[in-house]
């Protein structure tokens, strides 16, 4: 008579099983994740505990020898080649997660219909909508006599079924993870065990049969893949689809690249003809730019190894509130509260008594610190109802104690402004630059006092 199986509680946030019910979940301390689901036991030979079977010894090597560098498979999409490293490289499988209705589904359609008009055998499992639906977003894409292999299927088992039968395959897309299920295990499409269940075993098929696995996953509201973060440890890349909806800019980020750098990131413009590729995001992120508004400012980034201008506005206006305002869209706040604190210390410039808004245009995200200089030349020139010099740029990072810090990679940020057309740059005093190379005159200033004393001379 076979043993019942015993029940676990395993957290939808990071795995961890549990032998009974709680309301928080010790390992991650979420609350409301424990689901219910069967303690499944380990198959023979599978080389966990209690499955019963015998290893067998590895042959081990030596780190020297010569190694070929991975081989890629151009996708005909410059922007997903470039935050891939060159292509997909065949045996390998990446994880790409976003916002429902970000525009996954359509981009993925795009590869695969590329890599087909190429002689390449792609194949795409859809297990959120049926084949018709597919069908009508080909239409409406004018993709619909690419030879992509088309089904919309759930079951694990059939999509290994249909794998196997499948000889010259090249790519294969699950649409999405969070839908398979495996007959193997009791628990429902989506959890824990499901997930990780179909991941490693889709992982497994790409590394035997040289195929790209390409998996998408569900994003939580907090913006992280959904499922244990196991998930993005198995596969090779990560990437990241990000935009606001009332944009028209998508953008495809890395978070992880075994055969490349994660520091790119690829621009596209949400159109009726789909996702296109924006080739100069600069001049498209300041398209609409009101150059006469004040709090206006633009900042020469770097986003990986291309320089990207983007428009940092600010609103600095008197609060009615105890506790004045502070909002932020596109930048870290902790990173705004801190500027704040800096102006005031060491500027004399006090936001007190005053709301602030900061928003970086187009929908883009920015992190690196060299924005700083940009975002204090917004607040001082909304602070003192001043716009500033159109043709201006600002790069650097402000410290505790209000001095400018030079930034990496000036001179490429430089000549994508001055390609912009922009005049004038602002920088730090520190770093090596032949300002006699570039035809825009340069400021530089070693201290926020000296930004302060332009900007606000009263």
Known sequence: MAKPSKTQFVCQNCGVAHSKWAGKCTGC???????????????????????????????????????????????????????????????????????????????LLQ?????????????????????????????????????????????????????????????????????????????????????????????????????????VGHVTKEGSIAGPKVIEHMVDTVLYFEGDRGHPFRILRGIKNRFGATDEIGVFEMAQEGLVEVENPSALFLGDRDANAPGSAVFAGMEGTRPLLVEIQSLVCPSALGTPRRAVVGWDTSRLAMLLAVLEARCGVSFAKHDVYLNVAGGLKITE??????????????????????????????????????????????????????????????GDLDASAFSMAIKRHPHLQALTAVLMPD
């Open 29 to 107: 301390g979420e609350w409301n994740t424990l689901q219910e689901e069967a303690d499944v036991a380990a198959t023979p030979g599978s080389g966990l505990k209690g499955g019963g079977g015998k290893g067998r010894t590895v042959a081990l090597e030596s780190l020297s020898g010569s190694t070929r560098e991975a081989p890629r498979m151009p996708t005909g999409i410059a922007e997903v080649d470039r935050v891939t490293g060159g292509g997909i490289v065949p045996g390998s499988a990446l994880l790409i997660g976003g916002e429902p209705g970000i525009g996954k589904s359509t981009l």
């Open 369 to 430: 610190p060299a924005a700083d200089l940009a975002a204090a030349a917004a607040l001082l020139s909304s602070m003192a109802n001043s716009a500033l010099p159109q043709d201006e740029v600002y790069v650097g990072e402000i410290s505790l104690s209000g001095a400018i810090r030079p930034a990496g990679h000036m001179i490429s940020r430089l000549k994508e402004a001055q390609k912009l057309g922009f005049k004038r740059a602002v920088i730090p005093a520190g």
């Open 111 to 215: 590869l695969t219909a590329k890599l087909a008009n190429q002689g390449r055998r792609a194949l795409y499992f859809s297990g959120e909508e049926a084949t018709a639906q597919v069908r009508l977003r080909a239409e409406r894409l004018g993709l619909r006599d690419a030879p992509v292999a088309l089904a919309s299927e759930t079951n694990l088992s059939n999509i290994l079924a249909t794998l196997d039968a499948e000889k010259h395959a090249d790519l294969v897309v699950i649409d999405s993870i969070q839908t398979l299920w495996a007959d193997g295990l009791d628990a429902a499409p989506g959890t824990v065990s499901q997930v990780r269940a179909a991941t490693q075993t889709l992982i497994r098929y790409a590394k035997q049969a040289g195929v790209a696995v390409l998996l």
